[in-house]
Nanobody, 126 residues
């Protein structure tokens, strides 16, 4: 059974940085597509960025140029480096993963991901 665990959230001032980690156990992490989503109170869960098993990445407009997704397959861990944080980035951040075989397009919908972490709170103060 695959389990994901996020860490690294916290309270940071506007303009600050945080690095989130998503540690996976079980399964073959190197074959997973991984994504980060976030959900603010009263809002839907929004896709932020994805990384394929090949290492190819894609970003949403709200985080492009500020956030960087990466993965270390030897450590079964994905990361989200967040720079220049803004109050509107305040949310619970979730990592998600799904096994992939062969080429697949980037996956943007929460329903396309099989495994989820419990989430980590990120709060950006103004």
């Amino acid at each position: 059974q695959v389990q994901l665990a996020e860490s690294g959230g916290g309270l940071v001032q506007t303009g600050g940085s945080l690095r989130l980690s998503c540690a996976a156990s079980g399964g073959t992490f190197s074959t997973y597509a991984v994504a980060w989503f976030r959900q603010a109170p009263g809002k839907e869960r929004d896709w932020l960025t994805s990384i394929k098993s090949s290492g190819a990445t894609n970003y949403g407009d709200s985080v492009k140029g500020r956030f960087t997704i990466s993965r270390d397959n030897a450590k079964n861990t994905a990361y989200l480096q967040m720079n220049d944080l803004k109050p509107e980035d305040t949310a619970v951040y979730y990592c998600a993963a799904t096994p992939t075989t062969g080429w697949r397009p980037f996956l943007y919908s929460p329903q396309q991901y099989d495994y989820w972490g419990q989430g980590t709170q990120v709060t950006v103060s103004s």
